[in-house]
């Protein structure tokens, strides 16, 4: 979506002068649960929700600061195992999602947080 915005300014002689700018609506959206309960028929995942998100990438870390799972798929999934495929501990862990938007493909966003792990 876009929208044009025009200023027009007139001075006390009478004198105006306008300016136009085109603005670009983003609307995409990121939204991150900051819990989950991962089950083992993989019905129960952590993923991050996106609208015109075009690019994506998380890091999940543990409390200690080691990265356990990654993933760089607008569907991508954490089922709660860490990168050698044992279960990760109930706790809190660490995300860090990059990602860049449909409107501006040019800027890399990114978004950090915790995550509650409940087994």
Aim: aromatic share 8%; with cysteine.
């Amino acid at each position: 979506d876009s929208l044009i915005v025009q200023l027009i300014a007139i001075n006390s002689e009478g004198c105006n002068d306008t300016a136009s700018v085109l603005l670009q609506l983003d609307r995409s959206q990121i939204n991150i649960p900051n819990a989950f309960t991962p089950s083992r028929d993989d019905n129960n995942n952590w993923y991050v929700v996106t609208q015109d998100v075009i690019e994506l990438q998380v890091w999940i870390y543990n409390r200690q600061g080691n990265l356990v799972a990654t993933y760089d798929q607008l569907d991508g999934r954490w089922d709660g195992h860490n990168l050698a495929g044992q279960e990760c501990p109930q706790g809190s862990y660490v995300y860090k999602a990059q990602y860049r938007t449909r409107v501006h493909p040019e800027r890399l966003m990114e978004k950090t947080g915790t995550i509650l792990l409940i087994r």
